[in-house]
């Protein structure tokens, strides 16, 4: 469609708003009105030729054949859509018969909407429709509003026409309606504040997404083909990708075309749905595989599987309100993110492919991947194009809901290449953007390959930018790049005169280059301890509520820990009787309590228990005195004895209480001892099995020899002092011989060991993740500039101020340099 007569009919329909509703609605709601009634009229102007069609049948139906109840199928065929109007009405004889009574318009109107067949029903109610004509209708803006969509001097018809000057209008193609519709859900949006992208994505993008997708298989694209788009918004994609095969790589027999292409997608909004629904209508496609509705909370397409996946999910947006359909406390109850993966140990297990609560990106990725054809069941497999912010490729840790899918999805060798887009491309942000292409059913060559393109630096600037858009691709931009992804190859970027980089740069790389190893290093803890009144005075109260507990016993004493009597069996807590004044008082000193938190504050047995602890350590500072210690295991074994010994029974938890009041950490102290171990024959095989390594070489996994045969000390490790390594799963590995280390060990020997003689492996702790960095490896290195050049440019910005200054004083540069 020409860009001038494109923007002339924007134009128009978006003054029709401040001509027409000015004084009915808000500037905020004129988007209500408006869109609704494009779609309406697109429908009209699409159904006006064949309406005596329609009424003929209808007259038949009733007349001929006596039907109760009309059938669709012969309106639809004389129609020639998949939707009609058995009204007799058009928008158009609405307005040359209208009169100056706004009822009769209105009645008219509801009885011309009551006709349409019930899949347009469907979009008028998403639209609210009815309620706007009568609200129109109450102002009296009705009758200018019809009369501004049926002017001749637009044209919303499919056909060529000329307007009252004798000028042609060119038609109105299918293609040409979703550009109107989605420029103007631009503009409104744009107007309002609100994120326009997240229902349109600029066509060069979705352009270069259908030749990334399509055109490394042109030659093998099936005659039947499935598209979709688990985030639709106005169907953009899902239709540039009909239109693109049916343009590029046509299937005709006999002059005939014999290929079927199905489009299905999912949206949430019901004012997008309503558009994406009436585009389906419009160009002939099956509007009942659009459905509304949230895509992560119910699986609509359970039972299907789709050739191709093209989308542009919402990213940065919450997913909390739909937790409750995927997970159930920590379980994941939706099998669409939940995947199956080995441990360090080469254990399978069920493992979470959630991401974080506040950007739920990944999950319509993992939708998408959910629905992928298997190769082997004959397919070609499904290839998928999803369009993500950076925090996809490398948000969260080894372990974590967005590591999970990344290791799941290229772990099995589905992720075929990430490509980076210019930052401005879109025109409700500039951060940068990632097109990630997924295949299931690679070629022989990028198997276990991964290729990453930048075209970061391919744009060309608008003239006026578009919201946060202000650049674009140009169809040589969108080949070069499709390009440099079907010769998978490495390219390195130029650099222009003054080594500034330029152009495309493109890198291949293998599967476990991305992978990690996140591993905990332990050192061990060293303390000091000494019993005294005050280290064990605290005690007395819970570590979480200490504030609000030592008031109250400052305030009220022995009392916190007494009951009041009410009868024979009904007694009150001191503290129950005082909660408003606690309650107050911790509203006063900023201090929130939950619901637990504030029970455990009121429930007096939990105050007795700790007070009981208390009394305990008041005891063994007694008996131990308040000598201080070099070995907290020299105290840990008094402790131990005389509890022992008087038969004082204490949790564990209860004990670690105390303890750990009365010490503290001291690198001169002697290391704390956790237990001391036996291994011999099988026991020791298999533990020199598990971590791979020698007997010599336990140490460096926290067993220690002792003086006496088979005997090694564990000790505690000190949370403080602990560490953790993100080591490559690829670590030295072209080094490694039989008998070397495996890459964790190695990575130790040379990073960590050097360093800290005494920590040692935490293998248990092992997590295996996936991350992605372009940065790291497109960066290059600018050297600085040299001294001598950055000198002069500041001596000439230099003379340049004096010589400004000079001017705008009136005097010589040379008096005011002296």
């Known amino acids: 469609m020409d860009h001038s007569v494109h923007n002339k009919l924007v134009s128009f329909i978006w003054n029709i708003a401040d001509d027409c509703l000015r004084d009915v609605y808000v500037r905020g709601k004129y988007r209500d009105v408006i869109l609704p009634m494009v779609v309406l009229r697109r429908l009209d102007t699409l159904l006006e030729p064949t309406k005596e069609a329609v009424l003929e049948e209808v007259r038949f139906q009733k007349i001929e054949m006596k039907a109760t109840e ?121 107007e309002n504040n609100e994120e326009a992208g ?203 809901g967005e590591s999970n899918i990344r290791r799941f999805i290229i772990e099995n060798d589905m992720l075929e290449a990430i490509v980076q887009l210019p930052n401005n491309l879109f025109y409700n942000t500039g951060i940068t953007t990632y097109i990630w292409l997924l295949n299931n059913n690679k070629p022989e060559s990028r198997k276990g390959k991964v290729q990453l393109i930048d075209a970061s630096l391919l744009f060309q600037k608008l003239r006026k930018n578009l919201g946060n858009k202000n650049c674009e691709f140009s169809p040589e931009h969108i080949e ?35 992978g990690y190893y996140k591993v905990t290093i332990e050192r061990p803890d060293r303390r000091k301890a000494q019993f005294t009144a005050e280290r064990i005075a605290h005690l007395r109260f819970d570590k979480q509520l200490a504030e609000v507990m030592e008031h109250l016993f400052n305030e009220h004493g022995d009392k916190v820990y007494k009951t009041s009597g009410f009868g024979k069996e009904r007694k009150q807590s001191f503290l129950k009787s005082i909660e408003k004044d606690i309650l107050d008082w911790c509203e006063d000193n900023d201090i929130n309590l939950n619901a637990k938190a504030k029970s455990k504050l009121l429930d007096v047995k939990n105050w007795q228990t700790l007070f009981e602890v208390f009394e305990t350590a008041e005891w063994l500072t007694e008996e131990i005195g308040e000598t201080e210690y070099d070995d907290f295991n020299l105290v840990k074994e008094k402790v131990d004895a005389l509890l022992k010994e008087h038969n004082i029974a204490l949790k564990a938890s209860e004990k670690n209480n105390i303890l750990n009041a009365v010490s503290w950490y001291d690198e001169t102290a002697a290391k704390v001892i956790k ?46 002092l602990r560490d953790s390594e993100s080591i490559p799963l690829t670590y030295k590995e072209s080094l490694l011989k039989d008998d070397e280390p495996q890459s964790i060990h190695q990575y130790f020997l040379d990073e960590v060991k050097p360093h800290v003689e005494e920590a040692w492996i935490n293998l248990d702790s092992v997590r295996i993740g996936y991350e992605i960095s372009f940065n790291k490896y497109f960066y290059r290195h600018k050297p600085l500039r040299l001294l001598e050049d950055v000198a002069k440019d500041i001596i000439s910005l230099e003379l340049k101020a004096e010589g400004l200054i000079a001017q705008i004083l009136g005097v010589g540069i040379e008096q005011v340099k002296g």
């Open 480 to 514: 070069e790049i499709t390009r440099t992804y079907l010769d998978c190859a490495a390219i390195e970027r130029e650099l222009d005169a003054n080594n500034e980089p330029l152009g495309i740069a493109s890198q291949v790389f293998r599967n476990e280059d991305f």
């Open 198 to 400: 997240e229902h349109f994505t600029p066509r060069e993008v979705i352009e270069l997404m259908t030749h990334l997708v399509f055109d490394p298989i042109k030659n093998n694209l099936p005659l039947t083909i499935t598209v979709y788009d688990p985030a639709c918004g106005s169907g953009g994609m899902l239709t540039e990708s009909q239109n693109f095969i049916e343009e590029k790589y046509p299937a005709i027999k006999k002059g005939k075309s014999i290929r079927d292409i199905y489009l299905y997608g999912k949206e949430i909004n019901d004012e997008t749905y309503a558009i994406c629904k009436s585009d389906m209508m419009i160009k002939g496609n099956n509007p009942e595989n659009i459905k509304v509705g949230s895509t992560l909370s119910t699986d609509e397409f359970a039972s299907l599987r789709f050739d191709f996946m093209l989308s542009n999910p919402p990213y940065g947006k919450s997913w909390a309100s739909e937790q409750r359909h995927i997970k159930d406390g920590g379980d994941v109850i939706d099998p669409r993110f939940n995947v199956k993966l080995k441990d360090y140990w080469g254990n399978e297990q069920d493992c979470d492919a959630t991401p974080r609560s506040s950007d739920g990106q990944l999950l319509f990725l993992m939708e998408m991947v959910s629905k992928m054809k298997d190769p082997a069941s004959g397919t070609n497999g499904s290839r998928i194009a999803s369009i993500h912010n950076g925090s996809s490729l490398f948000t969260g840790d080894g372990g974590s």
């Open 675 to 720: 237990k001391v171990v036996k291994l011999s024959g099988d026991k020791l095989d298999e533990l020199l099995e598990r971590y791979g390594c020698t007997q010599v070489r336990l140490p460096d996994f926290g067993f220690y020899p002792t003086n006496k045969k088979n005997e090694y000390l564990t000790y505690e490790a000190s949370s403080d």
């Open 70 to 190: 009309l059938d669709e199928e012969p309106l639809k065929e004389a129609s020639g859509y998949v939707f009609y109007n058995v009204s007799k009405w058009t928008l158009t004889s609405l307005y040359n018969t209208a009169t100056n009574n706004r009822q009769i318009l209105l009645a008219n109107i509801e009885e011309y909407l009551h006709g349409f067949s019930a899949n347009v029903q469907e979009i008028i109610e998403r639209f609210e429709l009815k309620s706007k004509i009568q609200h129109m209708a109450h102002k009296d803006v009705l009758l200018d509003v019809v009369e501004k969509f049926v002017s001749p001097k637009i044209n919303l018809t499919p056909y060529d026409t000329t307007d009252p000057d004798g000028y042609k209008l060119p038609a109105l193609s299918n293609l040409g309606m979703g550009y109107v519709f989605e420029e103007l859900i631009r503009k409104f949006n744009e």
